[in-house]
């Protein structure tokens, strides 16, 4: 079952997937993706005979890849004996993204960072599901004490607001449960089947039959999407906070605190997971945090396994909520350029409230949603009254921002319709043009490695030829005022590298090249395409470079390591050897951190 993989995720991509699984997973989970990426979706036996693995390594390895969401299940119905099975494919996407877990850490924390009753708490839970990959809400208080030890007192009412807070930012949501049908093949446009008509097929036939099943499995997706942030199933287990503990209870939590094992029948809930989460230093030691209104951290999320609310739903981070914030500070950040502060404050305010709306919707498509000037404007005033953008301030450069009203909302979305940044489908209802925004981005950073890599000579022919689609070399020549030679000899490298097109149209059909037209493009989209296989390629090599860095100086690692845990003394290390090593190793991890940002400018947004 063979699937089909994005067109900027192609083998440089799945060769960087396969490195970041073997050095954070093992060789064993390596082997299983590198045979879901060459073969596509597969059940469990098509599986374990295409990578000649045992049957229990394989389902360990599985088992992590799972976990860590980098295997999505489906459940697949054979549509001629109604069989089902469960298909396993190789999630490139979120592999990839290992890379970005430090920058999702950073955002948190300064997003949080004002809330400081509770700010520092959420952070520590998106670490923790970063390092977890899935957990359920009542694994949640054993998982953030394996974290962070150091942190023994933690509040149960801040962990509650934490949750809530990362739910209703999208910024955590569901795992899609392991029953949804896989997603439809994506084919290339010369494989499509083209539709005569669109007309509903005729009662009775195999076409009504398939058009039903579609039907079905769509509505099974939809009905996902509309729990993906809700956390109703987990209801019960966030509102036992506010009930104080029974005292036998108390008694079992006060004997936790005093060394007691988690082996008594009488604990339930979450306990039963404790030991599985905790590393073993910690595993049957549980320290209980009591609040000043009588909860305890074990008892925020306790399981009831008795109640009518359904299956607790596992929860993961969401990738897609954090790109497409890194995605709005990009494009604010290019905006700084060209327009002034207060129409830079309403551009954010509509990316603000347009996110709020795109949370179902995919981080990578064209346009925002459609926000209304009465909505733009009460985010304004909103944050005007929290302190955010306060009206009629006068800013460090002393430029002076007017008041929040309707006419200087409206003026500053004129302005930004103007330059192209918005467009106004429905008459009073705006939505940011963010294929524009971003192809403004990428276009800079292709004219900066163009520049770089070819001469100032070879930008400017690119860029004119960006924005005159088609010409001939001549034409080329004289138009960025060139010698024809340097003309051809820059048209050639950047051919050479895929950056710019040739095409051949001939006068006759012989095709002789006396007889034949020869014009050069130069494809935003082509370019940015080759620019991201070349950035994969590189932190390819980045990643390489790291691991023999460690690989010929083995038992100087080993020694930081020693060190690092307080089985060695720090005067036994060779000082010179291990700040020139530290040196190597910062440069490159720092340089592969920055490429991660460029990679999702070109792939993830």
């Not at 404790?274 to 910690?282: D, G, I, N, Y």
Request: aromatic share 6%.
């Amino acid at each position: 079952m063979q699937t089909t993989i994005n067109a900027s995720r192609g083998p440089d991509a799945a060769r960087l997937a396969l490195k970041l699984v073997a050095e954070n997973y093992g060789t064993l989970c390596r082997d299983v993706v590198q045979t879901l990426v060459k073969h596509g979706r597969q059940t469990l036996q098509e599986l374990r005979y295409l990578s000649k693995l045992p049957t229990e390594a394989l389902r360990t390895a599985l088992i992590v890849l799972i976990q860590q969401n980098c295997v999505s299940v489906y459940l697949h119905t054979n549509e001629h004996d109604r069989r089902t099975e469960q298909l396993y494919e190789a999630d490139l996407s979120r592999m990839l993204q290992i890379l970005r877990m430090p920058r999702f850490i950073d955002f948190a924390r300064k997003e949080y960072s004002e809330q400081e009753d509770w700010g520092g708490t959420a952070v520590l839970v998106v670490q923790t599901l970063l390092h977890h990959g899935r957990l359920r809400l009542s694994q949640l208080p054993y998982a953030l004490q394996s974290m962070d030890e150091s942190a023994e007192v933690v509040s149960p009412r801040a962990l509650l607001h934490a949750v809530k807070s990362l739910v209703n930012a999208h910024l955590i949501e569901r795992v899609p449960p392991c029953t949804l049908p896989p997603p439809a093949m994506i084919l290339h446009p010369a494989h499509a089947k083209k539709k005569k008509n669109s007309a509903a097929p005729k009662p009775g036939t195999e076409e009504e039959a398939q058009f039903q099943r579609e039907q079905a499995k769509e509505k099974e997706r939809q009905d996902f999407q509309a729990v993906r942030f809700n956390l109703r199933n987990d209801e019960a287990s966030l509102q036992t906070f506010e009930m104080p503990p029974k005292e036998e209870d108390k008694e079992e939590e006060e004997g936790d605190v005093r060394g007691a094992g988690l082996s008594s029948q009488k604990k339930r809930g979450p306990a039963a997971a404790a030991p599985a989460l905790q590393p073993a230093a910690k595993r049957g030691k549980l320290v209980a945090v009591k609040h000043e209104d009588g909860s305890t951290l074990q008892n925020i999320f306790a399981i009831n396994h008795n109640n009518n609310h359904g299956p607790i739903a596992l929860w993961r981070v969401n990738y897609d909520e954090f790109n497409r914030r890194f995605r709005n500070q990009e494009i604010l950040k290019s905006a700084g350029v060209q327009f002034d502060a207060a129409t830079q404050r309403v551009f954010k305010a509509l990316l603000a409230v347009a996110a709020a709306k795109e949370a179902k919707h995919s981080v990578q498509d064209a346009h925002s949603a459609s926000v209304t000037l009465d909505e733009v404007t009460k985010y304004l005033k909103q944050q005007q009254q929290q302190g955010g953008s306060t009206g009629g301030s006068i800013l460090p450069d002393g430029e002076v921002l007017p008041p929040v009203t309707k006419d200087t909302t409206y003026k500053a979305l004129n302005t930004l319709f103007i330059a192209d940044y918005i467009s106004d489908p429905y008459g009073r209802e705006f939505h940011a043009d963010l294929q524009f925004a971003l192809g403004m981005i990428r276009q800079t950073q292709i004219l900066a490695v163009i520049t770089q890599r070819f001469g100032e000579t070879a930008r400017r022919i690119w860029y004119m030829l960006h924005i005159e689609k088609q010409l001939e070399q001549k034409a080329i020549a004289e138009k960025a005022m060139v010698p024809n030679i340097e003309a051809r000899e820059a048209l050639y490298a950047m051919l050479k590298d895929g950056y710019v097109g040739l095409q051949d149209i001939p006068k006759n059909n012989d095709r002789a090249p006396s007889k034949t037209f020869y014009t050069w493009r130069a494809a935003l989209g082509a370019a940015s395409t080759r620019l991201a296989t070349e950035m994969y390629r590189s932190a390819g090599n980045l990643i390489a470079r790291l691991q023999s860095e460690a690989a010929v100086k083995p038992e100087l690692t080993e020694m930081i390591e020693m060190v690092s845990s307080g089985k060695m003394d720090r005067s036994q290390l060779n000082v010179a050897a291990v700040a020139k090593f530290k040196a190597v190793t910062q440069v490159l991890q720092t340089s592969l951190i920055k490429l991660d940002l460029q990679m999702a400018l070109f792939n993830d947004m």
